[in-house]
Nanobody, 128 residues
């Protein structure tokens, strides 16, 4: 019932920046926890960042802390991932996902949520 569409991926040089966007169709977007995940060829999917429905709390995987910022604009039903100081190892398909049930859970639980709905993904390639 929730449709998610990612955009903003592309090819950038190492050290560059990119901002991903995810547009959601839900009428109660502000109650959804939202997450960004990525998957590189031959690797397992991993969570990158997540944010509570209100935007009050966030989570980041250690490898992107200090470089990536997740944010949301509930009035626009959109979540963003600002990626700075990109590295070749950031190359992956990036997906946004939504959890409707536990959107107001504390940040500790953000990486543990089910994220029932997923977008199609957008390719991010970082060249050296």
């Amino acid at each position: 019932q929730v449709q998610l569409v990612e955009s903003g991926g592309g090819l950038v040089q190492a050290g560059g920046s990119l901002r991903l966007s995810c547009a959601a169709s839900g009428r109660t977007f502000s109650s959804y926890a939202m997450g960004w995940f990525r998957q590189a060829p031959g690797k397992e999917r991993e969570i990158v960042a997540a944010i509570t429905g209100s935007g009050d709390s966030t989570y980041y995987t250690d490898s992107v802390k200090g470089r990536f910022t997740i944010s949301r604009d509930n009035a626009k039903n959109t979540v963003y991932l600002q990626m700075n100081s990109l590295k070749p190892e950031d190359t992956a398909v990036y997906y946004c996902a939504a959890d409707r049930l536990w959107g107001n859970a504390g940040s500790y639980f953000l990486p543990l949520l089910r994220y029932d709905y997923w977008g199609q993904g957008t390719q991010v390639t970082v060249s050296s």
